[in-house]
T-cell receptor, first 110, second 115 residues
Framework: AQRVTQPEKLLSVFKGAPVELKCNYS??????LFWYVQYSRQRLQLLLR?????SIKGFTADLNKGETSFHLKKPFAQEEDSAMYYC????????????WGAGTKLIIKP | NAGVTQTPKFRVLKTGQSMTLLCAQD?????MYWYRQDPGMGLRLIHY???????AKGEVPDGYNVSRLKKQNFLLGLESAAPSQTSVYFC??????????????FGPGTRLTVL
């Protein structure tokens, strides 16, 4: 079954500390993985995708096919990183629908 | 470009009332989606459309209907609202250039309360 699991509903870290938001997936084919972010009272927006291999707002995520994971990392958290983060999966070659994780609420404490 | 827009932004209904949420996109995307977002449950897909004139059920379709008469619009209807439908509703569209095809673009959301 296709599934995306974000094991932490809530993650709270201090400003300046490293952040790691976990995402594990179950998919039989070749997936495309995404991280979306939703700041307070705003719409969801794409943060990054594994195909791009880029760093956005200091965040990076590496697709680990062996561990079927796509964890989101940032070495030094900032208060403006407080938001809801969703991991999502799409099968390469499929032409619609993302499979969503339940989301992790990240709170950065001053 | 306005991207994805939703109307209304807020609405309060009484149980049993009906309403329609409108989603519009100006990106010429083929695919459109309606989600509901509830605390602790993330995003759940209600209905989706893969093109003008087509619709399909998602994960939680009961109590909702949709229509896609025009490519740019995707309507979500509640025929008889129930308190369990109190939620934030997000519309999304998808279908950009080849490399960005799987990226979904979201509207600002509609906050619905059913009393």
């Amino acid at each position: 079954a296709q599934r995306v699991t974000q094991p932490e509903k809530l993650l709270s870290v201090f400003k300046g500390a490293p952040v790691e938001l976990k995402c594990n997936y179950s998919y039989s084919g070749s997936p495309e993985l995404f991280w979306y972010v939703q700041y307070s009272r705003q719409r969801l927006q794409l943060l990054l995708r594994h195909i791009s291999r880029e760093s956005i707002k200091g965040f990076t995520a590496d697709l680990n096919k062996g561990e079927t994971s796509f964890h989101l990392k940032k070495p030094f958290a900032q208060e403006e990183d407080s938001a809801m983060y969703y991991c999502a999966l799409s099968g390469l070659g499929s032409n619609y629908q993302l499979i969503w994780g339940a989301g992790t609420k990240l709170i950065i404490k001053p | 470009n306005a991207g994805v827009t939703q109307t209304p932004k807020f609405r309060v209904l009484k149980t049993g009332q009906s309403m329609t949420l409108l989603c519009a996109q100006d990106m010429n995307h083929e695919y459109m989606y309606w989600y509901r977002q509830d605390p602790g449950m993330g995003l759940r897909l209600i209905h989706y459309s893969v093109g003008e004139g087509t619709t399909a059920k998602g994960e939680v379709p009961d109590g909702y209907n949709v229509s896609r008469l025009k490519k740019q619009n995707f309507l979500l209807g509640l025929e008889s609202a129930a308190p369990s439908q109190t939620s934030v509703y997000f519309c999304a569209s998808q279908g950009g250039l080849a490399g960005d095809f799987n990226e979904q673009f979201f509207g600002p959301g509609t906050r619905l309360t059913v009393l």
